[in-house]
């Protein structure tokens, strides 16, 4: 019996509709729930020959972690940190790539009860300092790869709580512990905290901050219980394989790499692929998944992109028996392409910082659809509410929420705050709903379809216009690799449809190629969201883990009008 069944009390399998689901669908846990104790140290206990994770750097090397590996590595680090002083309710800030140390500190620091915040390794000195300070962090564990600890000391005389700095990689840096050091002089025997330092399923566990696309990012409380949301996550959804290989695509600064690296694929028994890479590639990517013989995979629809314009039939991928993604619109052309190179359908997902999986194609019986969400999974309510706070018609766009009335209604997974601070809390949770801040409308069959974030949402000559749409529609014309569709100021309409477009190659952009680029548009979807503006760029600007950034997109144009208008 997996061991995530011990929390649903059923096999995924069991359930014989959505609704069926939705209505028995029940976790129970103790009120001491913890995941390092009740998930990962049972099975290194009970299963403790069964693969976990096998860890590849950039350069070839490979590890294989045991469960029983697991549970005594993560002893080791948890001795380790006590003995600098790390005890229940500290912040740890870890940059920490994708060390395998990363996985082996996160059960550490939940068997001490101290709270995680995940930083990417991209910060600047400035973002270092707010982070810390914000956070009230006392411990930091950086990567010795970069110039992440220069970086961090550069602004040093302004971290306000900060009490000591651990460094990987056998680093040598003034000021800096060597993490790795400590760790193998530690011993791998613990004992699980009781009395006073006993930790509880409602203590805060994670601290995660928001992309902060609107002003300073804010910090998302989770607490012991959000692991257990994951169960939709890995088992549900990625439908990882007992004794399988699961591989997501995210680097450890973001949560994405707690929905796809950790908590619902080990509920499931499945082990992690982690391939410590510094830059994406299409051909190395795909050389993993036949090596290793990949079960179960996600990643963002750019990546799927970037994977098919390679021969991917030519790779044996035999293994694979199941695809997701999430992080932006699916569009209709890579949901094809990947069906025909493989056979298998892609299964979309939403999610925030804040949730976890909320929407998503879950169960055998539910036929993915290009372009859709999927439904709401159990666990949460989830309703698309229109600007009076009721539930818009089926083909009208309203905000995506989440219903939560009460305290023991409050859905596994869902965070606890904002900043820890009730009045910024109460902006995004009131009336008995959590508001995301993404739009999004039900079809006629009832699915969910992403039309964008309220502030990617385009508000032209009284329309608004979803982003995605377009992009969708271009993504089909065969001199488009990608395109950003944004909303450009514009003294008349308030805003113009833009689009940002990156050619195949054989394409050059021209006056000719955007008239007809407008015609397709108009075409193919309602005139008035035809793009009056396209700009031609060799590449659009992304995140590490591949998501485009629209918002730069939109800065830079406000920028540039703003210089004109002056």
Known sequence: MPIYEKFVGAHRDDFLSLKDAQKNYKLTWSEDFNFAYDVMDVLGTEKPDKTAMIWVSKDGEELKFTFEDMMKMSNKVANYLRYLGVKKGDRVLLVMKRSHYFW????ALHKIGAVMVQATFMLTPKEYVYRCNKAGIKYAILTGDGN??????????????????????????DGWLDFEEGVANASDEWVRPTGKDAIYANDTSILGFTSGTNGYPKMVLHDFRYPLGHIMTGVFWHRVVDG????????????????????GQWFGESAVLVYDFD??????????????????????????????????????????????????????????????????????????????????????????VPGAMGLPVPGFDVHILDEEGENAAHGSNGEICIRTLSADRHPCGLMRSYNANSEDTERAIYRGYYHTGDVAYRDEFGLFRYVGRNDDVIKSSGYRISPFEIESVM???????????????????????????????????????????QTYVKKNTAPYKYPRVIEYVAALPKTFNGKIRRVEIRNNDKQKYDENNK
């Open 244 to 263: 399988g290989l699961h591989f997501t695509i995210s680097d450890t600064g973001w949560l994405k790499s707690l929905w796809g690296k950790m908590y």
């Open 148 to 173: 992440c600890t220069d970086q961090f000391d550069e602004r040093q005389d302004e971290y306000e709580t900060v009490l000591r700095k651990m460094v990987l990689g056998h680093k040598k840096a």
């Open 475 to 517: 993504l089909e014309h065969p001199a488009v690799f990608e395109v950003a569709v944004t909303g450009v100021p514009d003294p008349v309409r308030g805003f113009a449809v833009k689009a940002t477009v990156a050619l195949k190659d054989g394409y050059v952009g021209s006056d000719e190629l955007t008239k007809e680029l």
């Open 104 to 107: 082996h500190t996160v059960l």
């Open 279 to 368: 830059k994406f590639d299409a051909v190395d990517i795909l050389e993993k998944l036949e090596k290793y013989r990949v079960t179960t995979f996600c990643v963002p629809p750019t990546m799927y992109r970037l994977l098919l314009q390679q021969d991917v039939k030519k790779y044996d991928l035999s293994a694979l028996t199941h695809c997701c993604t999430a992080g932006e619109a699916l569009s209709p052309e890579i949901f094809n392409n990947w069906k025909e190179a493989t056979g298998l359908e892609l299964h979309e997902g939403f999610g925030q910082t804040e949730t976890t999986l909320c929407i998503a194609t879950i169960y055998p019986w539910t036929k993915p």
